[in-house]
């Protein structure tokens, strides 16, 4: 199947400071990328998704100067994750559908964040 | 009401045991069904596609009942390592999917 790759895998980051996640498609072309967030025994909540080369659509609630999200090309997204805050604090796992793969989604590994 | 709806259980069944879930969904557009797999603190991964036909891969069958709009998954003959949460997802539109909120199985010696 298809690989998506997420870097870092964990970050402790201090309140204030700003996080960079990559995601990357690593053997097709991911022309959408979604981002999520995931809480201790919760479903997975969709952030945004993005299409590579225009501006991300955001979900209702999500601020999108808080979560900047990037698709430069059509392996690699973004989210930077901007003054991180304690309540910022989550698994965040990135998807990928490319061009004829039908449907399917392929998750990364997803990043866990702490904040303190 | 919600696009996907799914009995988050726990379902705790015997090992070898034969277990079925269901998943409902809201939009009779939706055009293609997915089972997800996610271990704890794990990315969920793509388990089988859901065709018309209805599929099977060894112990699992995936099936799909477009008139009453829901989807199962049968696992056969329960294995240990089958304890996870089971994810359903419907693809409505191109680049709008809806997840379950998932089902808990844990497999018992």
């Known amino acids: 199947g298809a690989v998506v790759s997420q870097h870092p895998s964990r970050v402790i980051c201090k309140s204030g400071t700003s996080v960079k996640i990559e995601c990357r498609s690593l053997d097709f072309q991911a022309t959408t990328m979604f981002w999520y967030r995931q809480f201790p025994k919760k479903s997975l909540m969709l952030m945004a998704t993005s299409n590579e080369g225009s501006k991300a659509t955001y979900e209702q609630g999500v601020e999108k100067d808080k979560f900047l999200i990037n698709h430069a090309s059509l392996t690699l997204s973004t989210l930077t994750v901007t003054s991180a805050h304690p309540e910022d604090s989550s698994f965040y796992i990135c998807?990928?559908?490319?061009?004829?793969?039908?449907?399917?989604?392929?998750f990364g590994p997803g990043t866990r964040l702490t904040v303190t | 009401r919600k696009e996907v709806e799914q009995d988050p259980g726990p379902f705790n069944v015997p090992e070898g045991a034969t277990v079925a879930f269901n998943c409902t969904y809201s939009n009779s557009a939706s055009q293609s069904f997915f089972w997800y797999r996610q271990d704890c603190r794990k990315e969920p991964k793509l388990l089988m596609s859901v065709y018309s036909s209805g599929n099977e891969d060894g112990r699992f069958t995936a099936q799909l009942n477009r008139a009453s709009q829901y989807i199962s998954l049968l696992i056969r003959d329960s294995k240990l390592s089958d304890s996870a949460t089971y994810l359903c997802?419907?693809?409505?539109?191109?680049?709008?999917?809806?997840f379950g909120t998932g089902t808990s199985l844990t497999v018992i010696p």
């Open positions: 997802v419907v693809n409505a539109a191109p680049d709008q999917f809806y």
């Open positions: 998807s990928a559908r490319g061009r004829g793969l039908s449907y399917e989604q392929y």
